[in-house]
């Protein structure tokens, strides 16, 4: 998972880069230059320095710290775990052939986002091509990404739409809509997985509230027994 995070961070950088350039291209805005070439390295080497960290043991470090500050035997045990996992991750990190292909299929995704802002702008009837798609998506995923502190991103994506709409040439409550749209998307996905995620979770919490009232059940009457013995 940390390694499929990194790469999903570092494709949709380059996805964001690649619709800031359209978006110059498109607006002929050249001011727009500064930002995206400031903004680029910055999260490349973000990336790159959490990668860096990763490699020199991230989590040994963490659990070296959390057994440090807590004697509980239990976190105390993280600190073996934690250098597993550190030899782990270097062994994904090895395998460069899933690594491409992990990095391929993060990138097509992203492109894949962009064909269904195609697909809203074409039933909208906004004229605009599948650059403009790209530009939408790009920058919309990097402003989100960039305002992840607030959650669900609520009003930022939807911001970052008819921002960028706006630049080209669509009407705000057009962009307002095809945020919404994309919205919708999010909660046909989100909404079953988090009614399954409780089914499953009030499943395994009654398997073990069961479990444990059978068995003190099961104490009770061998206790009782022991007492009716003369």
Known sequence: MVVNIT?????????????LNLLVAATGRSNLWGPAIAGAPVAIAAVAG?????RLGMFRLFGSIISRCSKDPKWTAMLGK????DQTVRRVYSDRGSILMCVFCEMASWFVGAV?????????????GFPQAIVLEGV????RSAMFFVPGALGIQEGGYVVVGRLLGIPEEMGLALALIRRVRELAFGIPG?????IIEGSRAWKNTTSRIASQADAVVAETMVTKLP
Not at 7 to 19: A, D, M, P, Y
Not at 116 to 128: H, N, Q, S
Request: with cysteine; hydrophobic share 55%; charged share 5%.
């Open 82 to 85: 934690g250098g597993d996992i």
């Open 194 to 198: 988090l009614i399954a995620w409780q």
């Open 7 to 19: 790469l999903s961070v570092f494709t949709q950088t380059v996805f964001t880069f690649i619709g």
């Open 140 to 143: 919309a995923q990097g402003v």
């Open 50 to 54: 959490f990668y860096t960290f990763q």
């Open 116 to 128: 269904e802002v195609w697909i809203a702008l074409c039933a909208l009837g906004i004229p605009g």
